[in-house]
């Protein structure tokens, strides 16, 4: 069975300051991985994934994000973060073998401090 | 506009009193899915359909019926709501499963807020 881990409920960081949120993952074959951002009082919007190729994705908004297969990790980061980026973040993996639905995690806040 | 429409938005109803929250997609998409999203729970599927008359259930398909007759819609049908029905309702489709090769991206719908008293 597919699953997702985000061992952070609240990431809090500085205005200007990177951010990483955490995702950790477990397939049994080779994963899809996605990231999606929830503002508040919004559906969940679609920030970037990695389906095969380098390893480093750079998506929406600044945000970019690296696999690593060894560590089943699918972080997330962004070099200088801005007020407006906090908000909901879900991790969310599928298995590429298979027609399996995504899981997505539990969810983390992240929350930019001026 | 590309986009992923559900209603209501906001609903109140009381236990036992049928209930059907609408979703439909603009974008000729084959596959469409319904979470709820509860707090430390994350989102969790309750039904998905990878087509026209094809359904199947996710991880929390009790209490809850959905249908796929036509392409762009997909309603969500609490036959006999109960109070731990109460959450956020999201509505989402795809080109085409997530199981595609390209593993394509969801699009949400703006969410349902149910209460059931």
């Known amino acids: 069975a597919q699953s997702v881990a985000q061992p952070e409920d609240q990431v809090n960081v500085a205005e200007g300051n990177p951010l990483t949120v955490k995702c950790t993952y477990s397939?049994?074959?080779?994963?899809?991985l996605f990231w999606y951002v929830q503002y508040p009082n919004r559906g969940l919007q679609f920030l970037l994934k990695y389906i095969t190729g380098d390893n480093l994705v750079k998506g929406s908004y600044g945000f970019e994000a690296e696999f690593n297969k060894s560590q089943t990790s699918f972080h997330l980061k962004k070099p200088s973060a801005l007020v407006s980026d906090s908000a909901l973040y879900f991790c969310a993996v599928r298995d590429i073998t298979g027609n399996t639905p995504l899981v997505f995690g539990k969810g983390t806040r992240l929350s930019v401090i001026a | 506009e590309a986009q992923v429409t559900q209603n209501p938005r906001y609903l109140i109803t009381v236990t036992g009193k049928k209930l059907t929250v609408t979703c439909s997609q603009n974008m000729n998409h084959e596959y469409m899915s319904w979470y709820r999203q509860d707090p430390g729970l994350g989102l969790r599927q309750i039904y998905y359909?990878?087509?026209?008359?094809?359904?199947d259930k996710g991880d929390v398909p009790e209490g809850y019926k959905v249908s796929r007759k036509e392409k762009r819609n997909f309603p969500l049908i609490l036959e006999s709501p109960s109070p731990n029905q109460t959450s956020l309702y999201f509505c989402a489709s795809s080109l085409r499963g997530a199981g595609g090769p390209s593993g394509n991206i969801q699009y949400f719908g703006a969410g349902t807020r149910l209460s059931v008293l």
């Open positions: 397939v049994s074959g080779n994963p899809y």
């Open positions: 359909s990878m087509n026209v008359e094809v359904t």
